[in-house]
């Protein structure tokens, strides 16, 4: 059997690069898309000479061109965090359609397994706890989250017509709050935020009263379930993240123990849209892939802590 090649968009960013050094040690050949808009090459850095390894410059809402043999393409390529849904909000809405159609031509040319970065976003602030696939959402498609939402539940109804209508095998991963090395100390999310606040000695900033829940996924749990669902035979989506959800409060109180900081945690309204509950109904990744996360959040957090101990110097 030849060496697997496979493609992934956004592989400058978090999630994206550790979806390469993943694959590479699995034994794929992998070409890695990105226009860096939120990615950084730092995060590929360490893949530099090697040569089962070549990043390519470029918007993939514009054609993809690729010679020869491609086996996978996972469509990562999106800002996901909520500054940038007020800072790229047209990029975020054409890479999620313009994009996810440029990289189905390309899986349809290639005749090509397609994986789709979908997100818990599509949820919307769900009236349904925790959120299992069947739940169709509760979304504000013109709020300001409503660019990352819709981009989202487009690009899913795209992978299915495709799948339906040209035969692609296609999968839909949906991803729950992940966290870990690399992610952007200015990214926005309540990880990166209290972490860099803690470090800093600066006020721990909470939205509302910090009753409202989240369930953190260690990245390398979340890269494990991705795999696993692109070697399946789903093409419905699949969520994968996390269970043990814990209030945005005790989260900071958390960072605070763990980083012996001295912070004092302040509060500011929620944002409009803020979802009040997230958590995932992974009863289907159980079944279907044997999967669920193994990382517990004190070691997870730990690992996190040290990187960002790293880049703030």
Not at 124 to 148: A, L, M, S, T
Not at 253 to 258: N, V
Request: with cysteine; hydrophobic share 35%.
């Amino acid at each position: 059997m030849s060496q697997p090649h496979t493609v992934v968009t956004g592989g400058a960013g978090f999630l994206g690069s550790h979806l390469c050094d993943h694959l590479l040690a699995k034994g794929h050949r992998v070409t890695c898309i990105d226009n860096l808009l939120t990615g950084s090459v730092d995060n590929i850095a360490h893949l530099a000479g090697n040569g089962d390894f070549r990043f390519i410059k470029q918007d993939v809402t514009e054609y993809v061109f690729l010679p020869g043999q491609v086996d996978n393409i996972l469509h990562f390529a999106s800002p996901a965090s909520p500054m940038d849904f007020t800072r790229f909000p047209i990029q975020i809405l054409k890479v999620g359609a313009l994009g996810t159609h440029k990289t189905l031509g390309l899986a349809r040319e290639k005749q090509a397994r397609f994986l789709l970065a979908s997100t818990s976003e599509v949820y919307g602030d769900p009236e349904v706890h925790p959120q299992k696939e069947d739940y169709f959402g509760n979304v504000n498609p013109i709020g300001v989250r409503g660019v990352y939402d819709e981009a989202k539940r487009f690009a899913e109804a795209l992978t299915m017509a495709y799948h339906r209508t040209h035969g692609i095998d296609t999968k839909i991963v949906r991803i729950f709050n992940t966290y870990g090395p690399r992610m952007r100390l200015d990214d926005g999310r309540v990880l990166p935020q209290f972490m860099t606040q803690a470090l800093r000695g600066e006020d721990i900033t909470v939205f509302g009263d910090g009753s409202q829940t989240r369930s953190f996924t260690y990245v390398d749990d979340l890269i494990d379930g991705i795999c696993r669902l692109l070697e399946s035979a789903e093409h419905l989506p699949t969520n994968i993240g996390s269970t043990d959800e814990v209030t945005i409060m005790e989260f900071a109180r958390e960072i605070i123990e763990l980083t012996g900081s001295r912070s004092r945690i302040v509060t500011q309204p929620l944002p409009q849209g803020d979802p009040k509950r997230r958590r995932p109904d992974i009863t289907k990744a159980r079944a279907l892939l044997g999967w669920e996360p193994t990382t517990p959040r004190r070691e997870g957090l730990a690992k996190t802590l040290d990187y960002f101990r790293t880049k703030l110097g």
